[in-house]
Structure formats: C-alpha cells, structure tokens
C-alpha cells in the first residue's frame, strides 16, 4: 500500500513539474482551423494568379499585393483563433494562459518565424521568388522546434514535418505552392485532429 501511495505522489509531483515548465493548453481545434484557413487562402491565391493578365508575380504588382494581403489575413485569423481557443481551454483547466512559461512559448516561437520573415522580405526585394514557399516551410518548422520545449513536446514532430516539406521545396521550386498547401493546411489539418482527440477530448 505504502508503495502504490509513494507512486501516486511521484507521478503527481511529475504532472505538477510538466504543468510548470509547459504550457499545455494549446488547442488542437485551432490547427484544424488554421488549416482550413490555409487551404481557403492557398485557393484565392492560386484563383488570383490564374485569372491576371500575367499569370505570374512581380513585385510592385497588384496581384502580389493582393497575394500578400491574402497571407496576411491567413496569418491573422490563425492567431485569433489559436489566442481564442487556447484561453477558452486555459480556462476550463483552471490554468494561466499568461505567465512565465506562456512567455518562454511565444519568444521561442517567435525568434526563427522573425528571423525567417525578415529574411524572405530580403529576397522578395531582391526578386527572388522561387524559394518563399519552402523557406515559410522550413522557418516555421524551426519555430515549432524551438518552441516545443516549453509546450506540448509533439509539436516538434509537426516542426519536423515542415521542415522536410521546405527541404523538398528547395529542390524542386516548381512544387513549391503544393508544397505550401501541403504543410501549412493539409498537416494542420491532420495533425490538429490528432492532437484534438489525444488532449482535447480527454
């Protein structure tokens, strides 16, 4: 008896150390979103290109702009969701979606998606577009990365992921748009569906 109590109180002293150095109301939900968001913003993209006069991008283009501000919207509704969803499962688990560890999340996510965003401007500058799909790709699967540490650890898997998808899209730039699709909404959507029913529904 003594035994199983002293197994009891270690495995609740391990939950009470993971619960403080991770942040573990990330919501599955809100990748599924983001996913569809993706795919929603990959078709107008692809719809905008194909019915301009040009049928490819420049720089100083209004298609661009439009292409631009297209990824932008993605990018925001994305956060809104996820900042939403999270607080709303935060809540309901009695924990703070703002605090040291919630911190250490997002400057950790933040550092290689800046760093990558100034990055592709850089080359977008220099009109260089071939390689933007699979350094999105690459960048943000560093993010993921780098991040997991303070979160859900399976995030990395999904940073693992990307960052393969962005290699093949440095190699065949030709696929980089599929590429695009593929990592930023199909496997959002599958592995937002994953983790939904591994941490959500439990």
């Known amino acids: 008896m003594e035994s199983k109590d002293y197994l009891k109180d270690l495995s609740e002293i391990k939950n009470l150390m993971t619960k403080s150095s991770r942040f573990i109301s990330l919501s599955g ?9 993706a795919l929603t913003g990959a078709a107008v993209a692809y719809w905008l290109v194909e019915n301009s006069a040009r049928e490819y991008l420049i720089l100083d283009g209004t298609i661009f702009k439009l292409v631009l501000l297209d990824l932008f919207l993605i990018a925001l509704l994305s956060v809104i969701t996820g900042i939403y969803l ?3 499962k935060a ?21 290689p998606l800046i760093v990558g965003g100034i990055y592709i401007l850089i080359i977008l500058g220099q009109q260089k577009y071939g ?5 999105m790709l690459i960048f943000y699967g560093l993010a993921l990365i780098n991040a997991s ?3 859900i650890g399976d995030i990395r898997y999904l940073g693992f992921i990307e960052i393969a998808l962005g ?9 980089g748009f599929w590429l695009w699709v593929l990592g930023f909404g199909i496997m959002h959507i599958i592995y937002g569906t994953w983790m939904h029913f591994k941490y959500d529904v439990n």
Do not use: E, H, M
């Open 91 to 111: 809540k309901k688990n009695g924990a703070k979606i703002w605090d040291s560890t919630s911190r250490r999340l997002v400057i950790n996510f933040l550092i």
């Open 149 to 151: 540490k303070y979160s």
């Open 86 to 88: 999270t607080t709303k």
């Open 167 to 175: 290699l093949i899209g440095a190699l065949y730039p030709g696929l």
């Open 29 to 37: 939900l809100s990748g599924i979103l983001a996913g569809i968001y």
């Open 131 to 135: 390689q933007t799909g699979a350094l």
